[in-house]
């Protein structure tokens, strides 16, 4: 009886220990609930204190002192000594603050989520591949990493990011990957690429090439110019009436509640709701608002009560929670710059120095174009183009996917860019055998703030 009692512990202890260390999908992924549950390595370590202590720190890699200050609004201040060491530091602090944002953008931006969370992220992971997402990043990072600034830039980073990472055992993980059961990898150069990769996707994919071709055969040259001409006037000020504006200010707690069409009111006094959109691209996959873009305005300092000028940015971006926006300051000899950075890439985007102030918007200009690719056979070894037979290049995507089998793809390449629907992939889809034309497949030095070097 005793033994038959034993054998009975042991199998329930092993079965448990089993269950509790395997990570299980029914529908819905599940992490091993024993590593989760731990309260001395689990999602237990993941609570903040509500105090704040300094520490200090020494980090292979760096060539001097840094110190770095959180104010009240835990906005960090790096104060650095040299470029090499400030940018190291960004990249630690983000890391520390950010790690999972960071790395989950640019899975996305390579198309790697299936890795993540299995196969229901393939399709979305085909369509970034498809769409040439990493073929931009490696071409901008090429570019980038021709300028040693740049390319000092960014190496400092990552290796800032690398040495938060190797930092942590799994006790320290973000809560994110210990629900997901995966670990952070080594960040690259690569992976700064790819998040402004992403970004390029959110800000610069609009067109209606079909739309507008098909509306062209409809009605014809002559009405469409007249209907949609090709004259632009972003120049032209909003306020066309310099000096001669005379009014009253409204006090803000006066100004009334506007409810715009096709919004409704909140049960809360002063708020209003939107109706949920949801925008689809040409190959069925989500794609940000019609309604993303940007506005900015700048007032003299002759008509403000310090007699300075402000400078007003908005960034219609998606909200989100963390924000797309990381706020920072950093300082260096020649260097003390604080705004807006993106997680995952060095500087600061939008915000101000020691001399001026800047902000960044989206013109919404079309910079995707599509081409009609006619192929000599079903190999689609060969395309026309120009009256000839060219070659084409093809690049095989292998997708791993968690918990599953590898799932390949093969994607074929013109000199316009990818071909991203064809019968293996949405062949229904109106733009089939089309080559895909985005200018973020240009090489661009972003870092720079250059234009680029070849028009769309």
Known sequence: MRITKLLLSLAVTAVLTYFLNTSWNFGTPIPPLGQFLDPFHGFWQNAESGNFKSQELLLAGLK??????????????????????????????????????MEFQTHAGAGRISEIIGKAALDFDRTQRRMGMVFAAQNSLSAMEADPATKS?????????????????????????????????????????????????TLNTGEKDLEMTNALKLFGKETIALLYPDNEHPGDPIVDNPGNWKFKPLQL???????????????????????????????????????????????????????????????????????????????????????ASLPGAPTVVSGFNDSIAWGVTNAQRDVVDWYKIEFKDKTKNEYRSDGQWKPTRKVIEK????????????????????VRFDET??????????????????PSTEFLTQPRQKPC
């Open 64 to 101: 001097e002192e840094v110190t770095i200050i959180y104010d009240s609004l835990r906005v960090p201040h790096i104060f650095a000594k040299n470029d090499e060491d400030l940018y190291f530091a960004q990249g630690y602090v983000t890391a520390k603050d950010r790690l999972w944002q």
């Open 153 to 201: 830039m960014i190496d400092r980073y990552s290796a800032g990011v690398n040495a938060y990472i190797q930092s942590l055992t799994y006790a320290d993980f973000p809560i994110e990957y210990k629900l997901l059961g995966y670990k952070p990898e080594a960040w690259t150069n690569l992976k700064v690429a790819l998040l402004l990769a992403n970004m390029a996707k």
């Open 253 to 339: 707690d006066t100004i009334p509640l506007a409810v715009p069409d096709g919004l409704v009111h909140s049960s809360s006094p002063g708020k209003i709701h939107s109706p949920l959109h949801s925008w689809r691209g040409a190959g069925g996959e989500d794609i940000s608002s019609k309604d993303v873009g940007s506005n900015n305005w700048a007032v003299s300092g002759s008509k403000t009560s310090t007699h300075s000028p402000i400078l007003c940015n908005d960034p219609h971006l998606n909200l989100s929670l963390p924000s797309i926006w990381y706020i920072i300051h950093l300082n260096a000899p020649g260097v003390n710059v604080m705004g």
């Open 399 to 418: 997708f791993e996917v968690k918990n599953n089998a590898p799932v390949y793809d093969t994607v074929v390449y013109t000199h316009h860019g990818p």
């Open 425 to 442: 992939y949405y062949s229904e889809n109106a733009l089939q055998n089309f080559a895909y034309r985005w200018i973020s497949h240009d």
